[in-house]
């Protein structure tokens, strides 16, 4: 029997319109892209009637899990209104004063609608500032899919160069050529690399991008004092320094990972979580540098503020802001990475789990120290791949990379059951090495 025929059947129909039957071709995973016709709290069910525990959370968004009723409500009342006014109404300020509170760089804030679009505009605002062209980027760091951010992401092997200095890569076919002009490619957790890069480009670099944890290649932890010295260089070469915060912002602690890590940058990019699911993204730093975009760094778009994403931003940030939700989302994961860990060690498996507690991965290698991008090519993505279909079958609904969310509304429950299901999904890949107790 197919556990997912109606998926299939939907997929079918859906690709007579829709390019390739997906929105994102990021979500055409297998074995299917699954339909879902309903969600609620930490959980998922697909049309074809199976339940899931839901790991995946949207990729991100869904911090306080499926319909939080203090989010329904929001959006609920939000819909009798007006739904955009294209000019200003009080919702707007009640979001960036929630933001400037919780978020150390955040001087001024301004509203967009997807994490690619904060990252243009905070690219935009640093050239002005600077006055600068290039920005300097690490390998293996994803900032969004257009064409000046979608550099050195997923390099082929064959092209990225020496890992000290590696050589800047396109990532999609289609994207214009000269994107590559304009960046420094740099590796990750590497301080000499960082050094000998801006004593060759310091004078051109406007701003230094970073994930402040790897989440994109396998949620890899700065090494300790890594932001630190970043924050120092960039300073002395007179560069801006950029936390992109899409997924971080709002999930590692209410003031994001600069919060965590006590590394204020320069500018921040957020999305995701910021309104617990609805449409939004943001950006955010120091006033003289935002405020570039009233002096001619040109800023718009016709959605920005919309009151929906507002009251939807308010009432999720009401939930998190004294960060009591955040601290039970970050232990849930917690406790699910040292059931893993335990696990995996029972069953033999080499395994090494990175990340933090709410946003977390699993690397099935024997590498002991995992510290960049090209680290995580030495993993065994076939046995990753037999786990994850394995899992969902099990009901865990994980993204395709190995990584997982945890939600403010995860419970001891959902652990337990989670690690019964692992313990299914290791019987299934892998023998034991010694029985169980
Ligand atoms: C760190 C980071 N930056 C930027 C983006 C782009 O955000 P969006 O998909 O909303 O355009 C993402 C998306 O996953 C991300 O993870």
Same mark, same amino acid.
């Given at each position: ?17 829709l390019?390739?039957?997906?929105s994102?071709?990021f ?6 892209p ?18 899931y525990?839901?790991?995946?959370l949207?990729?991100?968004p869904l ?7 203090q ?27 929630r ?22 505009a ?25 064409? +000046?951010?979608?550099? &050195?992401?997923r *390099? /082929?092997?064959q092209? #990225? !160069?020496?890992?000290? @200095?590696?050589?800047?890569? =396109?990532?999609?076919?289609g994207?214009?050529a000269?994107?590559?002009e304009?960046?420094v ?27 402040p944890?790897?989440?994109n ?21 007179g ?14 602690t209410?003031?994001?990972? +600069?919060r965590?890590? &006590?590394?204020t *940058? /320069?500018?921040?990019? #957020? !999305?995701?979580?910021? @309104?617990?699911?609805?449409? =939004? ?11 570039e975009?009233?002096?001619?760094a ?8 919309n ?13 998190l802001?004294?960060g ?12 699910l ?6 696990l995996?060690a029972?069953?033999g498996?080499?395994l ?9 991965s699993l690397h099935?290698t ?11 090519l ?13 899992a ?7 993204l ?13 429950r ?10 299914r ?5 892998a ?7």
């Open positions: 029997m197919d556990r997912y025929a109606n998926s299939r059947r939907l997929l079918e129909r859906a690709a007579g319109s390019t390739g039957g997906v994102s071709p979500r055409a995973k297998a074995p299917v699954l339909y879902f016709r309903d969600g609620e709290g930490p959980r998922l069910e697909d049309v074809d009637g199976n339940r525990i839901d790991y995946a949207a990729w991100g911090i306080l899990g499926h319909k939080h009723p989010l329904v409500e929001a959006v609920r009342d939000l819909a009798l209104k007006p739904h955009i006014y294209g000019a200003q109404h009080e919702l707007e300020y009640e979001v960036s004063e933001i400037q509170e919780l978020v150390p760089c955040a001087e001024r804030v301004a509203f967009t609608c997807s994490g690619s679009e904060a990252v243009a905070v690219f935009r605002l640093a050239r002005a500032f600077t006055g600068r062209p290039r920005i300097l980027r690490f390998e293996g760091h994803y900032h969004g899919w257009h064409d +000046q951010e979608l550099i &050195s992401y *390099p /082929d092997p092209r #990225f !160069g020496a890992p000290d @200095a590696p050589c800047p890569t =396109l990532d999609s076919r994207q214009a000269n994107s590559l304009n960046v490619v740099a590796p990750w957790n590497d301080v000499a690399a960082l050094e000998r890069l801006f004593a060759r480009h310091g004078s051109e670099i406007a701003a230094a991008i970073t994930e944890v790897l989440c290649s396998g949620c890899l932890m700065p090494e300790s004092g890594y932001l630190e010295t970043l924050r120092r260089i960039t300073r002395e070469n560069a801006l320094l950029i936390f992109d915060e899409v997924i971080t912002g709002f999930r590692m209410p003031g994001g990972a +600069q965590h890590f &006590s590394v *940058p /320069d500018l921040a990019t #957020f !999305g995701k979580a910021l @309104a617990g699911g609805i449409v =939004l993204s943001a950006f955010a730093g120091r006033r003289d540098v935002m405020e975009m009233l002096k001619g040109a800023f718009g778009g016709t959605f920005n503020g009151p929906i994403a507002m009251g939807a931003a308010v009432a999720t940030l009401d939930v802001k004294d009591r939700a955040l601290r039970h989302a970050n232990e849930m994961g917690i406790q990475i040292e059931f893993i860990r335990a995996a029972e069953f498996i080499p090494r789990i990175t990340g933090f507690g709410a946003a977390f099935f024997k590498r002991s120290n995992l510290r960049n991008y090209r680290d995580t030495e993993d065994d993505r076939d046995f990753l791949n037999r786990f994850l279909l394995a969902l079958d099990e009901g865990l609904y994980l395709p990379d190995g990584r997982w969310y945890v939600s403010t509304v995860h419970s001891e959902e652990v337990e059951e989670t690690i019964a299901a692992v313990r999904v290791f019987t299934r890949v023998r034991p090495l010694r029985p169980s107790v």
